[in-house]
């Protein structure tokens, strides 16, 4: 059974920063495209970063120059370099992967909560 498991949320002061780590485990074929997302209070789902399958980077326009998204193909897993971060960063922020597995397809992280605050 696929599962990934994100960690590295948490309190942060304005300016500050964070990494989320998002690893993938069990039965695993291949590990695809992968993204964050986050989903803040009354807002929908967004995607934050993304690498896709087909290589390369994408950023939402809020987040440019101030988050990084990075993988370790060995590890299976995913970061989230997050610098000057703002309160409108504020979220439950998740990854996902679409993996080939016996039952291929997107797979989610449980959330990890990220709060800017002073």
């Known amino acids: 059974q696929v599962q990934l498991v994100e960690s590295g949320g948490g309190l942060v002061q304005p300016g500050g920063s964070l990494r989320l780590s998002c690893t993938a485990s069990?039965?695993?074929?291949?590990?695809?495209?992968m993204g964050w997302y986050r989903q803040a209070p009354g807002k929908q789902r967004e995607l934050v970063a993304g690498?896709?399958?087909?290589?390369?980077?994408n950023y939402a326009d809020s987040v440019k120059g101030r988050f990084s998204i990075s993988r370790d193909a060995a590890k299976r897993t995913v970061y989230l370099q997050m610098n000057s971060l703002k309160p409108e960063d504020t979220a439950v922020y998740f990854c996902?992967?679409?993996?080939?597995?016996?039952?291929?397809?997107?797979?989610w992280g449980q959330g990890t909560q990220v709060t800017v605050s002073s």
């Open positions: 996902k992967m679409n993996i080939g597995a016996t039952r291929s397809g997107d797979y």
């Open positions: 690498i896709p399958d087909r290589g390369g980077t």
């Open positions: 069990g039965s695993i074929f291949s590990i695809n495209g």
